[in-house]
Antibody, heavy 124, light 110 residues
């Protein structure tokens, strides 16, 4: 059974960089896409982006200038970095494995395994 | 406010059939596939339905999905107490170039 676990600081100061790691167990990080999603308090779910094991990425246009998703295949981990954070970036951050209903057709993307999420608060 | 529209709450009694609607537009549900997720606090979100009406292995056939035009719905038959959770619809939006989600529907089993 594939399991995902997010980890990282729960508190980040404004203007600094939010860094989270997603550790994948029960399966290899290779040959799949890996995504990050967040949910701000009282707001809906927001897709951040995904990365393929080859390193190809696809980011939400609203966050693209501030986000980097990467993989460490040796550790079976995905990482998220969000730069220059503000209070609006306070959210529960989830990692998830992405699949496609039609192979490689990004418009058919869905998420078949999720982590439990980790709360990150941006505050001084 | 979410791009896809869901009612904030729904309820039913054990054994009943409940339907949760999800409304979108031409650029998301109208032209792309819909997926449904179940979230219970403190647990990992679970994929219930993908590609409009496909159930992953392990999801009971009490759960079914459908899509028509710019709307989709999740039906749960034979409602059970463990179905009490939040349910989210999602789809790719070809105008925004992102995955968009519904605001979620909190299902209460009375």
């Amino acid at each position: 059974q594939v399991q995902l676990q997010e980890s990282g600081p729960g508190l980040v100061k404004p203007s600094e960089t939010l860094s989270l790691t997603c550790t994948v167990s029960g399966g290899s990080i290779s040959t799949y896409y890996w995504s990050w999603i967040r949910q701000s308090p009282g707001k809906g779910l927001e897709w951040i982006g995904y990365i393929y094991y080859t390193g190809n990425t696809n980011y939400s246009p609203s966050l693209e200038s501030r986000v980097t998703i990467s993989l460490d295949k040796s550790k079976n981990q995905s990482s998220l970095k969000l730069f220059s954070v503000t209070a609006a970036d306070t959210a529960v951050y989830y990692c998830a494995r992405a699949r496609f209903g039609v192979p490689s057709l990004r418009t058919s993307v869905y998420f078949d395994y999720w982590g439990q999420g980790t709360l990150v608060t941006v505050s001084s | 406010q979410s791009v896809l529209t869901q009612p904030p709450s729904a309820s039913g009694t054990p054994g009943q059939r409940v339907t949760i609607p999800c409304s979108g537009g031409d650029s998301n549900i109208g032209s792309n596939t819909v997926n449904w997720y179940q979230h219970l606090p403190g647990t990992a979100t679970k994929l219930l339905i993908y590609t409009n009406n496909q159930r992953p292995s392990g999801v009971p056939d009490r759960f079914s999905g459908s899509k028509s035009g710019t709307s989709a719905s999740l039906a749960i038959s034979g409602l059970q107490s463990e179905d009490e959770a939040a349910y989210y619809c999602a789809a790719w939006d070809s105008s925004l170039n992102v995955v968009v989600f519904g605001g979620g529907t909190k299902l209460t089993v009375l």
